[in-house]
């Protein structure tokens, strides 16, 4: 299978701890996207990179968070100084730059628990 | 705010019914749109794309525009007990590579 690949499946961490999360796309997508999704709600705009270009960041998108895709291939997220209301389900997507650019490929996603 | 409204349900439809799924939407610059379904512990994914105004059918799923009144729906006929699941309506703009601006979600129950 070579779908969105994402490690750690769930993390568990005590508030103020920095956490990271990695998102490995479809081989040869070259458009990466990062949501968070919280119970009851549908999925939220973090972050999106064309290669390695992170072309748009959502206001959502606090300083303690950054994203990275170094070399265009795989992803981090990472959050800093970790609050409860990080807790939420982290997804990332892959799409293709050509022939059905729009269609989204999810990874599993990672649970966030902040503690 | 750039919003895309949905009715959160359940709604709950016989097998082998038409289920009717609604979503609106504020941002008029918003140029496709898009259903997923999510199962129960699992992502998103894509079922329908829309971006002209009138309807696109794809099997069992007819998505249907209007711009004027920025409103999406899907239609489901012959709804089955697997089609159980909570959808997401979801606007997008291809000079943003289509990041998505999802609703909550509608939950949608079919009886046997």
């Known amino acids: 299978d070579t779908g969105v690949s994402q490690n750690p499946r769930h993390k568990i961490t005590k508030r103020g701890q920095n956490v990271t999360f990695r998102c490995d796309p479809i081989?040869?997508?070259?458009?990466l996207y990062w949501y968070r999704q919280t119970l009851g709600q549908g999925p939220e705009f973090l972050t999106y990179f064309q290669n390695e270009a992170q072309l748009e960041k959502s206001r959502l998108l606090s300083d303690r968070f950054s994203a990275e895709r170094p070399k265009g291939s795989f992803s981090t997220l990472e959050i800093q100084r970790t609050e409860q209301g990080d807790s939420a389900m982290y997804l990332c997507?892959?799409?293709?730059?050509?022939?059905?650019?729009?269609?989204?490929?999810f990874g599993p996603g990672t649970r966030l628990t902040v503690t | 705010q750039k919003e895309v409204e949905q009715n959160s349900g359940p709604l709950s439809v016989p097998e082998g019914a038409i289920a009717s799924l609604n979503c609106t939407y504020s941002?008029?610059?918003?140029?496709?749109f898009f259903w997923y379904r999510q199962y129960s512990g699992k992502s998103p994914e894509l079922i329908m794309f829309i971006y002209s105004n009138g309807d696109k059918e794809d099997g069992r799923f007819t998505a249907q525009l209007n711009k004027a009144s920025q409103y999406v729906s899907l239609l489901i006929r012959d709804s089955q007990p697997s089609d159980s699941a909570t959808y997401l309506c979801?606007?997008?703009?291809?000079?943003?590579?289509?990041?998505?601006?999802f609703g909550k979600g509608t939950s949608l129950l079919v009886t046997p």
């Open positions: 081989s040869e997508h070259n458009r």
């Open positions: 941002d008029r610059g918003s140029q496709s």
């Open positions: 997507a892959s799409s293709s730059n050509r022939d059905r650019a729009y269609e989204q490929y």
């Open positions: 979801a606007g997008g703009f291809s000079n943003s590579g289509y990041a998505l601006n």
